[in-house]
């Protein structure tokens, strides 16, 4: 059988002859990012054959001399009868074939982030009791005594058990002269029997946290007995083979088993990075006995296997906002099956618990009088405004080109992305910087606003985003009406073919970056504020981890305010999912913020078009509100 | 192949050469009865051939005489090369495989039960409720509206659901504008959301009343929509063969698999039953949606698959006696499966819920200040006394002879059982009523009663229970210090062997009734009570069925009172389940009664032993207790 071997990993595996590449590199555990599937559409999946000869269809998808250079769609490539070395491009940062997340480091350094007044307070509670032996006298059951001690020690009254429970006591109490460990569940009915153990099993006491997003997903694993974060592990959304954003997901789950699949490929995703990060220190996963999920309302709906068709039909409706506490093993997650799962509360089909539980990591849900901004930029933008007396929030289609998408040589945030450009004003030719300083192959969307700044700036853009025709460069060409900018020529770049982006391409980002501003003017707007009034932004997820603030406010995504206000709190989510999973005060707050927010439809408002239109100029229409950027600030 | 037809029934089945008959028998639903389970050594399954050859190892466990006729034990016969006809004896008064019970019979005909201030309540309801179409303004998931209706419509607030329900949620509330039924199932802490459909499906809505006894198991199946009993079907308890009464199911669940075994067995049994009870109504069991389940303790046990062996060894604890809502599907009822079942509580590990759910069905459980004694004689004698203000409990080892067990010629009160005996003064020969009146096959513990009662009022027999020397009988012969008694000759018995008791047998009879008369006189004493403050007398269970009263009370087994103070109430535990089946204050009361009722443990009871052997004489050593019986009260 022919062998392939990856580099620079150096690992080789033999398969049959006709295995695909992307199998190969599956087989291997080279992470091969491949978002459409191996549908060969998204062009993602690109390797370099440096050695043997390989059977590939990729010409027509990749350019001809990008192929004559050995590159090739690993999706549309087959092993030969030879041995093949592949060259594999740095993958999203990949290390090991895990994410390093550079937000989550911090949060592994800092890793006390829980409020110090909060308790650490977890749903599922294990209590070291001491049970009375049976006696001849006093008619009471296994059950009764273990009750009795429940009620001792743990002042817990009326305990719901399981059959599972009730048929471990009897060995479990009589097996360490009556020590044994129960782990329970308290919740408003009462409290929920959900382990007994001999002995005192106090100190394994694990939980995770799960942020499910729709295109990442990220899993901590947390020792509640000593209170650390053990290990984080983050991997694509598996789903990412059925549809990039949230519709393509919902569009794939109205086909045959496409529900089912959608759910088996999360579920997959999460239970691969439990079962890891388990691995990395040696945890067993049946001592997970809590567990706290966010995730915006259509990735829980498909986690739970709920169809979600009716988020995407008028009026939006999601079958379920307040998830109840469900059993790991319904659920599907493989940690201890009987134990419950916490989900953070969504507000509307378009404002999940992923944003209640970002809210969590803000002086909102400390109760301050200060207006925040809150913004979770992605495909779907939300956005949060208010203190402690009011919260208003609204989500909005930015599109996908803040995450490269819809752009010519777009690409997500990955190894070889460009990620800040800077423009000679004279010739307007650019020099860059990529994700892991590796050749370019590609631009993602903080590459994009930082180029389109940079453009703006030195006066090869004007404020309509057209490319000047008043001076000329070569880097800018035209072809009829349509100018393209070339920020890489194709002896520079990892493919040999130039990157280029066109004024589509530049519209594409201004209309994204419109519907961002024009929505959180419109939510101030809403309770008779406007930008001057917002004491602090919050920009989470993973887009804000290389914008330059300078250049998102240049092109009007962010408003002019002092740049001290701005706050970068990456994968907010996932630190709120934390802090419900550890904090019982956390999980009562993230609810009354849920019932505080008022979802504010922007589709229904009059006033959004007018906004918008008005805020697809660079910056804006209105150069007032951008005070401190000009035309030629800089030159 | 050899066919092989089975008569009375008419039923012919083709099986392989080398079945054996008891799978031939089992394969044409046959009823064939075999409590060993194919050991051979009950000699149970007994068998006539009368037609073509078998090859049977029946000789040595069967008389020569009776292998000479035919007959033949099923379980040590297989099937040869050619066609036979086989003769099965009547089992236990069966019809179409099914058991006929009087007492069920009279219950069926009398549906009405339940007193007429209870109203029907079960434990999971159904509600046809309205949903509110969603819309743009409000905000409400699907959950959320359907929450406002069940507030509305059931005045619950707070459901837990599954993610089973979640999942059905969406469909159901837009198939018919809205209208569903929801299933809830309200509780101590709260209410629970057992199952959705669309439209009403109010009349769709059964339960089942289940008993689980150590030798049988019946189950009724109840309209609840109209508040009637559709069906009742009773079997063996398919544990039968793994163990006779409850220390021997106690011992075979120590066995490897044996707990596992056990709990399979009797699913199948209550199973089977339902299923069949189902079918012949056409019900489908998946519209079963409430479950009541009575049982002594072991019984139950075993049925949850909990561990009994801490019921038989020194301080005889249960590992649990009020058991939790458990669902239908941790259980392993073939009913809706996300139901929750009711399980009468039991009093002590010796006192279960059969015995509190029997309570029910007499004036205990509507409060009355008359006196009773309540007695369900088995293997095990359960009793009760008291009135409204107290309740005294206990239970005694009255052994097997009452269900025919440890008698030479003893069966269980099956077909072709000596029902009835009496005694000619003069000869001494008896006359005999078989139940079937057929060939007798050997007696039951009613027959032992009558047989006795009748000699000693004829003289035969002294108050020692020793038959006479005084005159001689040709029924009687004497072994060397031992006589015994023959009731049927060869000629006239079902295979051919004469029936006798002796001596020994008789004392085990007068072990039996010592124990249960002298618990009921050491209850009555604790409470400075003797048996003509008695009231009323509840005899529970099947073996008041064929019970004469006058030879239960000659014998000293029931006291000596007004034979209007005495009530056969027949399968009470059955009765008890059905009530707490369909009336939430019945669940409520037999709670209530569970809690009252104090527990004596008789064998640390000092006076026990002297009151026992005061009663091992006919009636009793103090005849002063029984002022209506006399030796030769009917000479």
Redesign the interface.
């Known amino acids: 059988m022919p062998r392939v071997l990856f580099k620079p990993a150096e690992i080789a595996v033999q398969v049959s002859p006709g295995t695909e590449l992307l199998e190969a590199a599956r087989q291997a555990k080279v992470p091969v990012d491949s978002p459409c599937g191996g549908k060969g559409s998204c062009g993602k999946c690109i390797l370099r054959i440096t050695q043997g000869d390989v059977d590939s269809d990729s010409l027509g998808l990749l350019s001809a001399s990008a192929v004559e250079n050995g590159y090739v769609l690993a999706c549309k490539t087959r092993v030969g009868d030879t041995d093949v070395t592949v060259h594999v491009p740095a993958q999203v940062r990949e290390t090991d074939g895990q994410f390093v997340d550079d937000m989550d480091d911090i949060f592994l350094e800092n890793r006390e982030l829980l409020p110090a007044e909060h308790s650490c307070e977890p749903l599922v509670e294990k209590h070291c009791l001491q049970v009375a032996p049976?006696?001849?006298d006093d008619?009471?059951?296994?059950?009764?005594r273990l009750a009795r001690a429940i009620q001792h020690s743990a002042s817990i009254t009326?305990a719901?058990?399981?059959?599972?429970f009730?048929?471990k006591?009897?060995?479990a109490i009589?097996a360490d002269s009556g020590k044994v460990t129960a782990t329970l569940m308290r919740s408003?009915?009462?409290c929920e029997g959900v382990n007994i153990e001999s002995g005192d099993t106090t100190r394994d006491h694990y939980g995770i946290a799960v942020d499910v997003g729709t295109t990442t997903i990220a899993v901590q694993l947390v020792n509640l007995a000593e209170r650390k974060i053990m290990a984080i592990r983050t991997a694509y959304n598996d789903q990412l083979h059925c549809g990039l954003d949230i519709i393509g997901r919902i569009n794939y789950s109205g086909k045959r088993e496409g529900l089912t699949e959608l759910r088996r490929r999360v579920l997959k995703t999460i239970n691969e990075l439990i079962r890891n990060a388990c691995e990395s220190v040696q945890v067993d996963p049946l001592n997970i006995l809590n567990a706290s999920v966010a995730g915006n309302t259509t990735m829980i709906h498909l986690l739970?296997?709920?169809?979600p068709e009716?988020i995407r039909l008028?009026?939006?409706?999601?079958?379920?906002?307040?998830?109840?506490l469900?059993?790991a093993d319904?659920?599907g997650l493989t940690i201890y099956p009987d134990t419950r799962v916490f989900i953070s509360p969504a507000?509307?089909s378009y404002v999940g618990g992923d944003i209640t539980a970002g809210l969590l990591c803000t002086e909102i849900a400390t109760g301050s009088s200060e207006v925040i901004l809150y913004l979770d930029i992605g495909t779907n933008g939300e956005l949060v405004v208010g203190n402690d007396e009011f919260l208003l929030t609204c989500a909005c289609s930015a599109g996908p080109a803040f995450e490269g998408g819809g752009i010519g040589c777009g690409m997500r945030a990955a190894a070889g992305a460009i990620e800040s450009v800077s423009i000679d004003q004279m010739t307007g030719i650019s020099a860059y910087r990529t994700i892991g300083d590796i050749d370019p192959a590609g631009i993602c969307g903080s590459g994009m606003i930082s180029l389109i700044a940079g453009l703006f700036r030195s006066g090869w853009l004007d404020a309509a985003g057209k490319l000047t025709r008043e001076k000329s460069s070569p880097a800018i060409e035209f072809k009829g009406r349509r100018a393209q900018f070339t920020i890489v020529d194709g002896h520079s770049s990892s493919n040999g073919e130039p990157l280029q982006i066109s004024e589509l391409d530049i519209e594409n980002i201004i209309r994204a970056k419109a519907a961002i501003y024009s929505a959180s003017s419109l939510l101030l707007q809403q309770v008779g504020l406007d930008f001057s009034d917002i004491g602090k932004v919050y920009i989470a997820g993973g887009f804000g981890r290389f914008l330059n603030l300078d250049d998102a406010i240049t092109i009007g995504l962010l408003p002019d305010l002092s740049r001290d206000r701005f706050q970068f709190i990456g994968n907010a989510s996932l630190r709120g999912a934390y802090m419900t999973l550890v904090s019982g005060r956390c999980r009562e707050l993230v609810h009354d913020l849920a019932k505080r927010m008022t979802?504010v439809?922007l589709n229904?408002s009059p006033d959004y078009m007018n906004q918008y239109v008005a805020a697809m100029f660079i910056p804006h229409t209105d150069s007032d509100r951008f005070p401190n950027v000009g035309k030629t600030a800089n030159i």
Chains 1, 2 share one sequence.
């Open positions: 049976p006696t001849l008619g009471l059951s296994d059950m009764d009326d719901r058990t399981s059959l599972s009730v048929s006591v009897a060995d009589r408003k009915s009462g739970l296997g709920l169809k009716y008028e009026p939006y409706t999601a079958t379920i906002l307040d998830a109840p469900l059993r319904e659920i507000v509307g979802y439809e229904t």
